[in-house]
C-alpha cells in the first residue's frame, strides 16, 4: 500500500490496492448517511483512466450508494449526506463551486432499468448534446446520435425507425439506447447501475460486449450482483460489505485468491 | 401443544366446503354492485328526461303574425334611421293597427285589452328590422310578434278556460280575440328567438340567456386564466422544488382543508377582499372569475401534484443523470408526462366553477343586468344564477325558460368534459 501520494487518507481498512497510478476519480474517506444511518463507511478508492471496474457485495452493501456519489445523484435524496472527498481529475466535484451539470455531462449513468424517455429514439440519443449545446447544426445531431448508436452497436437495428419512440424497443434495446444516450454527451465515466440485471442472458451478453468495447475509451464502473458478469468484463474489482469497502483487486485475482475471509466468503457463496 | 400439518385430503376436502361459501359472497358483491349501477342509472335517466320534457318547450313559444304597414313617415320621423329618431316614431301603434284590423276590437276598454295580446318589444322589433333593411319602408310586410307570456301560458293549456274569468289571468274578451286569430291561422308555434338572443328581462316572453353565457364564457375564461399556471406553479414548486419540511407539510395541510371549505366563504372572502378592500365593482365577471379561481385553485393544485407524483422517477433520473437541470428536467419532461392528468383537474375544477352560484351571489352577480357583457368589467351575470333568479319568478312562462337554461348549462358542461377527454387522450403518452 503506497499511502505517502496522499494526505487525506486517515487510515485504510481495505485489503488491496485501493490506489493507481492513472486515477481519474479519487474518492478518499467516503461516508455516506441516510438521515443517521451510515450507509458507505470510510470507504477509499481510485478509479483509473479507461479502467473498468466492477463494484460487487451482497444487497444493502452500499455498492449502489457508493457509485451514485460519483456524479451526486445522491444530491435529489433529500436525507442522503456526503462526506469526505472525491475528486475528478484533482477537483473535488463536492467543493461548493460545482456545478452538478457540467458535473453529470462528463460522468454519465446508466441505470438498473433500462429508462428511456418516452421520446422517439432519435430524440433520446439527441436530448443530451442538445441541451449542452453540442451540435453547431442539425447535420451535426444527427451526425452525433448515429456515432452514438453506432458505438452502442444499436445502429443497425434502429436506423430505418427513428423516429419510432424509445420505449417501443426491446429490454436489451432500450439499454442500449441507455448507453448510447449517456455516450451522445462525450463524458469521461460512465456509471452502470446493474446494467443487465432486468435483461435476458442474450441481451446481457451484448451489453457486456459493448461494455468491454467502450472500456478502451471511457472510464467504467459498474455494479453488478452477477460475479460471473464482473469476471467477464472487469479488469479490476471491490467488494463492499455492509457499507465498507473489504478488498480491491485485479479481478483475477479477487476471485481466485481472495484474502480476506468475508471475500472469500462471499466468492464462494457462504455469504449473499 | 403441536398442531400437525392436514393431510393434503383433509386440506382438498375443507377448501371445498368453503367454495361455495365464498361464491356466494362473490356473486352477492356482484348483484350488490349491479344494483347500485342500475339505481344510479335510473336516476340519471329520470333526470334527464324530466329535465328535457320541461326544457324542451321552454325553446319554443306562440307567435302571431301581422300585415304591418312599414310607413316610413311615422315609424322613422327624422328620416335618418338613429336610434332617437325610430325610438320617438309610431311603430307600435302601427303594430296595435294591425293586430285591430284582424280582431276589430270595440271601445276602448276592448281595445286596452287588444294592445296587451302581443308582447312589449314589438316597437323594438320593427326598428331592428328596418334597420337591417330599410326597403321594407312603404311595403306591407308580414311580421311575426312573440304573445304575452300570459297568452303564451293560455294557449299551452296552463291557464283553462273553464276557470272562472275573475280567477283568471285572461279575461273573456281576450279569449274571444285570440280564438278569432286562431281562426284565421295567424297563432303559429317556433322555436324563440329569444331564448337564446335575449337577455334577463321582466318579461317572461323576452327574456333570454345570452347575457348569462356570455358572463359565464367571461367568468370562466378569468378563472381558468388565474387557477390553472397558479395552481400549476404551486403544485410543481411544491412536488419537486421544495424541501419536504414542517412547513411545507402545514402548506399541504392547508391546501387539502381548502378543497373542502363550502364555496360561499370564498364568496364572502371575495366580497370582502377584492370589493372592499381593492375597492373593484360589484357584478363584473373579473371579480367572479377571481372568486372562482380561489375556490378551483385546491382542487387543481391536488390533482396536478397527484398527476406529477405519477411521473416514474426513472425519467426524473435519466433527465439528471445526462446533465440536465432541474428546471430543464421538470420542464422537458415532467410537466410533459403530467400535463394530462393536470388538465383533467382543471376541466374539473372549471366544470365546478361553472355550476357554483353562492360565492357569485356574494359578490352581486345576482343584479338584474339586461345588457350583455362586452368585456369583463362590464356587469353581468352567469348561468347558474340566472337559473336561480329565474326559478324564483312569479310568471308561469320563467318554469320553462328556467328549465330551457338548465338544458344549455348542462350541455355547456357536457361538451367542456368532452373537451377535457378528447386533450387528454390527445396528450396521454405511453412509458
Known amino acids: 500500500m503506497n499511502l505517502k501520494n496522499d494526505e487525506l487518507t486517515k487510515s485504510i481498512n481495505t485489503v488491496g490496492d485501493v490506489f493507481v497510478k492513472d486515477a481519474r476519480i479519487k474518492a478518499r474517506n467516503v461516508n455516506v448517511f441516510y438521515a443517521e444511518k451510515k450507509a458507505i463507511d470510510e470507504v477509499t478508492i481510485d478509479i483509473g483512466n479507461k479502467e473498468v471496474i466492477s463494484f460487487i457485495g451482497p444487497s444493502g452493501c452500499g455498492k449502489s450508494t457508493f457509485l451514485r456519489c460519483f456524479n451526486r445523484m445522491n444530491d435529489t435524496i433529500d436525507i442522503c449526506r456526503v462526506e469526505g472527498s472525491i475528486t475528478l481529475d484533482e477537483e473535488n466535484i463536492y467543493d461548493k463551486n460545482v456545478d452538478v451539470v457540467p458535473l453529470r455531462a462528463r460522468i454519465g449513468m446508466v441505470f438498473q432499468k433500462p429508462n428511456p424517455f418516452p421520446k422517439s429514439i432519435f430524440d433520446n440519443v439527441a436530448y443530451g448534446p442538445r441541451i449542452h449545446g453540442l451540435a453547431d447544426n442539425k447535420s451535426h445531431l444527427e451526425n452525433i446520435v448515429e456515432m452514438s448508436l453506432k458505438r452502442a452497436g444499436l445502429w443497425n437495428e434502429v436506423n430505418d425507425r427513428l423516429i419510432s419512440p424509445g420505449t417501443g424497443l426491446s429490454g436489451g434495446q432500450q439499454q442500449r439506447l441507455c448507453i448510447a444516450r449517456a455516450i451522445a454527451v462525450s463524458p469521461e465515466v460512465i456509471l452502470m447501475d446493474e446494467p443487465c440485471s432486468a435483461l435476458d442472458p442474450i441481451a446481457t451478453a451484448k451489453i457486456e460486449e459493448l461494455i468491454h468495447e467502450l472500456g478502451n475509451d471511457y472510464s467504467i464502473v459498474i455494479v453488478t450482483h452477477s460475479m460471473q458478469q464482473a469476471a467477464r468484463v472487469s479488469k479490476r474489482t471491490a467488494y463492499f460489505h455492509l457499507g465498507k469497502l473489504i478488498e480491491v483487486g485485479k479481478t483475477k485475482d479477487i476471485f481466485t485468491r481472495p484474502q480476506h475471509n468475508q471475500t472469500e466468503a462471499y466468492i464462494s457463496g457462504k455469504i449473499g | ?431
Request: with cysteine; glycine share 8%.
Open chain 2, 1 to 431: 401443544m403441536s398442531k400437525k400439518f392436514l393431510n393434503p385430503a383433509d386440506a382438498t376436502a375443507i377448501v371445498k366446503k368453503s367454495i361455495k361459501k365464498r361464491r356466494a359472497k362473490d356473486s352477492r358483491l356482484k348483484l350488490y354492485g349491479r344494483f347500485a349501477v342500475g339505481l344510479a342509472s335510473c336516476f340519471l335517466i329520470f333526470l334527464f328526461y324530466t329535465i328535457f320534457e320541461k326544457g324542451t318547450p321552454g325553446f319554443f313559444q306562440y307567435y302571431v303574425t301581422l300585415d304591418v304597414n312599414f310607413d316610413k313617415e311615422r315609424i322613422d320621423p327624422k328620416g335618418d334611421l338613429s336610434d332617437n329618431s325610430l325610438f320617438s316614431g309610431d311603430a307600435s301603434k302601427i303594430v296595435n293597427e294591425a293586430l285591430f284590423i284582424l280582431i276589430e276590437p270595440k271601445g276602448r276598454k276592448e281595445k286596452k285589452e287588444a294592445k296587451k295580446i302581443i308582447s312589449s318589444g314589438k316597437d323594438v322589433r320593427i326598428a331592428k328590422m328596418v334597420k337591417q333593411n330599410p326597403n321594407l319602408f312603404g311595403t306591407v310586410t308580414k311580421v311575426k310578434f312573440a304573445l304575452d307570456d300570459d297568452i303564451d301560458s293560455f294557449l299551452r293549456g296552463y291557464i283553462k278556460r273553464e276557470t272562472p274569468e275573475n280567477e283568471r289571468r285572461v279575461n273573456d274578451n281576450v279569449i274571444k280575440f285570440i280564438d278569432k286569430l286562431n281562426a284565421e291561422g295567424r297563432i303559429s308555434y317556433n322555436f324563440s328567438d329569444y331564448i337564446l338572443s335575449g337577455s334577463a328581462s321582466g318579461n317572461p316572453e323576452m327574456a333570454g340567456i345570452k347575457g348569462a353565457f356570455v358572463g359565464s364564457i367571461l367568468t370562466l375564461f378569468v378563472c381558468l386564466l388565474i387557477a390553472f399556471p397558479l395552481g400549476v406553479a404551486t403544485a410543481i414548486y411544491l412536488e419537486e422544488i421544495a424541501k419536504k419540511n414542517k412547513i411545507t407539510e402545514f402548506i399541504e395541510v392547508n391546501i387539502n382543508n381548502l378543497a373542502a371549505v363550502p364555496s360561499v366563504v370564498f364568496g364572502i372572502m371575495g366580497l370582502a377582499i377584492f370589493i372592499g378592500i381593492f375597492g373593484m365593482p360589484r357584478s363584473i365577471p373579473l371579480v367572479g372569475g377571481m372568486v372562482l379561481a380561489l375556490m378551483t385553485l385546491p382542487t387543481i393544485i391536488i390533482s396536478s401534484r397527484a398527476a406529477i407524483r405519477a411521473v416514474p422517477p426513472s425519467v426524473r433520473d435519466a433527465a439528471l443523470g445526462i446533465g440536465a437541470s432541474k428546471l430543464q428536467t421538470i420542464f422537458h419532461h415532467v410537466i410533459p408526462l403530467a400535463m394530462p392528468g393536470m388538465l383533467t383537474g382543471t376541466i374539473i375544477g372549471m366544470a365546478q366553477a361553472l355550476g357554483e352560484t353562492a360565492p357569485l351571489l356574494m359578490i352581486g352577480m345576482v343584479a338584474f343586468i339586461v345588457d350583455v357583457p362586452n368585456s369583463v368589467v362590464d356587469p353581468g351575470t352567469v348561468l347558474p344564477v340566472q337559473i336561480f333568479m329565474w326559478a324564483d319568478f312569479a310568471e308561469r312562462m320563467f318554469v320553462q325558460k328556467t328549465s330551457a337554461a338548465i338544458i344549455v348549462l348542462l350541455t355547456f358542461l357536457i361538451s367542456m368534459n368532452a373537451f377535457a377527454i378528447y386533450l387528454r387522450k390527445k396528450l396521454e403518452r405511453r412509458w
